[in-house]
């Protein structure tokens, strides 16, 4: 078994029995485009060194430590739990513990991960003399070639927001972890039933939440269960409610967005704030331009002026309405085309009008800004097109309109499905923004051209799809005030 078993057994053990049962792609959220064991040993100044390799057993490692004091993925195994140590120096019966994290923080996270390590380090016995944390410099921007040392921080304590938090030793020393009985459970674990508990949906929803509750997948589109923000909707249905339209008001914590969905359950399925949908709407200008922007993350910047973290926008859509006609352009780039990017968008996009696009303030704005400081000789035009930027998301996230059939979902793929059914984001190879990433990494190292421009035909369909859908929401939104 590997920690991440115990950390899934201690969060939920039939999370854990589900995922040894079922296997799950791995995707992976950064591009790393950097050989990071390298960049480090440049940082340490470390000359000689030893890559573990899968798999590989504690007695293999140790053996390995005779011939090398710094071993990169370092892999032991002590009463059944394997871990990969991210670097470790060895000096007879002594070892530091190097962990390597794609963050701009070290926090105390890291260091209930170094307690496993601990605890089969100590079982192969090894002494740990210290405990460090590698961790991204936040003020770091590429300059012509990568600067490692430059790049990484080393700490023995944890960093938060730039200060220092406590000794890494001292923490780990003093968590109180019982894994010879944890495992001991684990091995003797036979069967779970489904319990649904606040562990279900916390922070990251349980990708077998469905697997647990599969009735949730076919309720009704106006059941309790799709009130969003609710602590009470399970003891609502338990207690025999099954509909938005029977809440009840004194289990309802009574945010906008909960009003709007049960009064759309009492008004034939679809609610609207007639008055500040219009003020919404009357602000709009043609011709209006449909954006949307796909991107990638780089813990580790690969081009100048990219800072650690930084992303590298790869491709758009636009769909621009005068009014009568609906014209589409599209970019999509390889490698470092922000410039390229930013020159197409430029021609592209009407000087005047309102620019829309789906959570604009979170995404396309900051996208644009980028450019803009990449390329000071765009800046000013850039920037106008952020002073015309609305986001469609408005008049769903805050109350305005709300249709049951959105299900208490607001993305942008939910609206366009419900809008129409026959060209919808489950038709496509890329349904999601994830998957176009993937897909978009795909295409970077193809070889095959036949593959590379079937992945740019995805991309770019995906892609167009969000812009046409942000024209139709547009026009659905005008035909609800138009039968008013």
Partial sequence: MHV?????????????????????????????????????????????????????????????????NWIFKARFSYNGLRIRVPLLYVDGNNCDVYSIVLSTQALENEGNNMAYTKYVLEGNGLKINNYYILFLNRDYVYKDKLDDDKLWILTDHFIKDGRKMGNIHEYVDNISLNLDEIIYQMNKFEFALPIRTSKCTSRNRCPFYEDCFPLEKIISNNSILTLVSSKYKYDMLNDGIRYLKDADLDRVEGNKVQMAQIKADRNNGLYVDEKALKKWYGQLELPISF??????LFPIPPYNDMKVMDVLLFQYSLHVYDGKKLSHFEFLGEGDSREEIAISLLENIPKKGSVIAYNATGAEKIRIKELANYFPQYSDRLLKINDRLIDMAIPFVTGLVYDTRMRGSFTLNTIENMLDEKHSYDDLEVSDGMKAVEIYREMIICQDEIQKQEYKKQLLEYCGL????????YKWLNKILSDR
């Fill in 4 to 68: 991440s078993d115990i950390k899934r057994f201690l969060r939920c053990p039939r999370l854990y029995q589900l995922s040894l049962e079922t296997k799950t792609k791995f995707h992976l959220y950064f591009n790393i485009s950097t050989d990071i064991d390298e960049s480090i040993a440049k940082k340490l100044n470390i000359e000689k060194y030893y890559v573990g390799i899968t798999n590989q057993e504690s007695s293999d490692t140790l053996l390995v430590a005779n011939n090398y």
């Fill in 291 to 296: 954006i949307d922007f796909e991107w990638d």
């Fill in 466 to 473: 969000d812009t046409y859908s942000l024209y139709k929401i």
